[in-house]
């Protein structure tokens, strides 16, 4: 046997066994959501903490309880893992989609996913199709249209339709000082939306939501916003990061449950017509 | 889903929500032959409301050329297409309406244009139905045809808009039946966009939540009609107060127009919303293509329009239509006269059945010049 053919197959496996090293498959997590306790959480979707995070892959259903359903499956399943400080827990899904869909319009919707949690730990969880009534659920939710405007997209219509021609903005006349107070107070009279302080309308800093929900139909912004998060698209899905406080009652090394959605925008999903779980047991690990 | 009773239809229908009628319902008759589609309703709409950032293409009133106009594109053919035959037995609707035929899973059946459908509101303007030959004139018959159809939303009494929207951020007005997105709790999931069968309602991507024609509501609240109305060049609208028909006053413009003299009909009465924007129907349009479009009774109301020269409290009451900023609520005629009156009975108006007409000298003896009579 020369050198040369033993050198080649030798690198190869060498190279190989790096590159596994390099993306370690965490460990799998069959029947529960573990959150591994760390001091620190993870801040990217990427972060190597992840790689020691047991993966749980949750098989999504269609929302057919309550009209309007959606009829046809598209997201078949959710890839969840989960990290907790004792304060705060770390969610990191991910799932396949073949297309990004991060632009709002008529007849169009955005990739979507959340998290949901008993806004308090009790022995039995309240209904998963978004609790009820008096049984109030915490969802964190996360739209790729709100990643986009985070990353720097100009939250303008020609960041929409960059051939757009607009004559005139009567908020944005020569005689307003732009930014003043007065050319604010009128920007706000024509979007009613932003004035009212609805979530959807921005400006936006995270591509997060915290809402509380009693049941389908019933969801409301949270009193505070504490939940942060990033979405990355890369390798034909998405991998979305959430943080969010525990919730009432739970602590490092208790247990409780959560259920995930999916939204696929191209398929144009969007509040009820979803892909979900059903309740999934949640365990939190605790500082050893 | 309830069951509820919508009269345009002659009987009861399902409903996602049970029948609770408004203490007053807004109402309108858009007098379609006077229309000349100047848009003057569309600018006056889009000033007042829809300068906003992603309002660029969203008109809430528009009037568009019939047959071959749309905004947006194929709003009405794509769901007469979807629904199927729609036969009347009389007055007694024999199809199935919107709510009847929504498929599993949906509260209504609807369809949802494209960004690009709204993209083109002038498409099919002043296009006739057959061709002009060169050297045609016309002599007494018309065989090429158009028309002009404002349209506002219709402020149902049994809303799509409102039954298909899932977290209820749609509501009906209980004191005068305007529908409503609320701008603080709509969540921009577009189904009412989808359900609306008049599509007079707007995603608007800069908000994420959808809008719509709110009656322009302050307006009405001071008693005052929407701007679409009082700009309206050729004074085809009227806005008032309409009564179910067991109700009916003769001496209420609205009732007057639509249960006594049957004369103003509402748009596609077979979808089931009971529509309150009430048209009167073209003369010189095919009768099928009214009928579909406005029901069973289009016979009547053409006949009753044109008698409306013999017929003086018709007429009377047409020459109401833009002579005031007001909502006449009350109305009567004495002899040659017309009077308005508002809610609390006040008169508001007061115009001649008949314009005293002046014949001018085209010689002006005391300024010494000759004057050309132009209207």
């Known amino acids: 046997m020369k050198v040369r053919d033993f050198v080649l197959p030798a690198a190869v496996f060498f190279a190989a066994t790096l590159a596994g090293c390099a993306k370690k498959e965490p460990p799998a997590s069959d029947s529960e959501v573990k959150a591994v306790f760390e001091k620190t959480l993870p801040s990217t979707v990427e972060d190597k903490i992840w790689q020691r995070a047991p993966l749980h892959t949750a098989k999504l259903l269609l929302q057919d309880m309550v009209e309007p359903r959606l009829m046809q499956a598209s997201t078949s399943f959710v890839r969840v893992q989960s990290v907790t400080d004792g304060r705060n827990i770390a969610f990191r899904l991910s799932w396949n989609d073949a297309t990004v869909d991060d632009v709002p319009g008529p007849g169009r919707f955005g990739d979507a996913c959340a998290v949901q949690l008993p806004a308090s730990t009790t022995a039995d969880v309240p209904a998963p199709q978004m609790g009820e009534e008096g049984r109030p659920v915490e969802i964190t939710y996360w739209s790729a249209i709100f990643q986009a405007v985070v990353n720097g997209r100009k939250d303008d219509i020609s960041a929409i339709y960059p051939r757009v021609k607009v004559d005139h903005y009567p908020f944005e006349a020569p005689s307003l000082k732009p930014g003043s107070a007065a050319q604010q107070e009128m920007a706000k009279r024509y979007a009613p939306a932003r004035s009212l302080g609805n979530p959807m309308a921005g400006p936006r800093k995270v591509p997060v939501q915290d809402l509380l929900a009693e049941g389908p139909g019933t969801i409301r912004q949270a009193e505070k916003s504490l939940s942060s998060g990033s979405g990355k698209y890369s390798q034909g899905g998405w991998s979305v990061l959430l943080v969010r406080p525990l919730p009432g009652g739970i602590q490092a090394g208790g247990r409780t449950q959560a259920a995930f959605a999916i939204w696929e925008g191209s398929h144009q999903e969007a509040g009820s017509r979803k892909m979900r779980t059903v309740w999934i047991p949640l365990s939190l690990g605790s500082a050893k | 889903m309830a069951r509820v009773y919508n009269w345009q239809i002659g009987r009861e229908m399902s409903y996602w929500y049970p029948e609770r009628r408004s203490k007053k319902q807004f109402a309108a008759v858009f007098d379609t032959n006077k229309c000349i589609a100047c848009q003057t309703c569309t600018l006056a709409c889009k000033t007042t409301w ?326």
Not at chain 2, 74 to 80: A, C, F, I, K, P
């Open chain 2, 50 to 375: 829809t300068s906003g950032k992603g309002q660029e293409y969203m008109l809430w009133n528009n009037v568009e050329t019939k047959p071959y106009g749309f905004y947006p594109l194929g709003w009405d053919v794509n769901l007469l297409e979807k629904l199927g035959a729609q036969n009347w037995d009389g007055q007694r609707y024999a199809g199935q309406t919107i709510f009847e035929a929504a498929q599993a899973g949906e509260r209504v059946l609807g369809w949802r244009p494209d960004d690009i459908d709204y993209a083109n509101p002038n498409v099919g303007e002043d296009d006739c139905v057959n061709a002009v030959d060169r050297g045609a004139y016309f002599s007494g018959v018309h065989n090429s045809w158009f028309f002009y159809l404002a349209r506002i939303c219709n402020h149902c009494t049994y809303p799509a808009c409102l039954s298909s929207c899932p977290r209820a951020s749609i509501y009906k007005r209980p004191e005068d039946g305007i529908v409503l997105i609320d701008q603080g709790r709509c969540r921009g999931y577009q189904e009412c966009v989808k359900a609306c069968p008049y599509k007079k309602t707007f995603y608007n991507a800069m908000t994420g939540t959808s809008e719509k024609c709110i009656a322009c509501y302050p307006k009405i609240e001071l008693g005052m009609q929407p701007q679409c109305f009082v700009n309206c060049i050729g004074k085809i609208r009227f806005a008032g107060w309409i009564s179910k028909p067991e109700n009916a006053r003769a001496d209420n413009p609205i009732d007057f127009l639509v249960h006594v003299k049957k004369v103003a009909l509402p748009l596609f009465p077979q979808f089931g919303l009971e529509p309150n924007v009430y048209y009167i129907p073209p003369l010189n349009v095919p009768r099928e293509f009214l009928v579909q479009m406005f029901g069973p009774n289009v016979d009547g109301a053409l006949e009753t329009y044109r008698n409306a020269p013999r017929d003086k409290d018709l007429s009377g009451l047409l020459t109401l239509f833009g002579s005031t900023e007001l909502i006449v609520a009350k109305w009567k005629r004495v002899e040659e006269q017309i009077m308005g009156y508002d809610d609390s009975g006040r008169e508001i108006i007061r115009v001649p059945l008949r314009e005293p007409t002046h014949v001018r000298q085209a010689f002006d003896a005391a300024r010494g010049v000759a004057r050309t009579n132009i209207s």
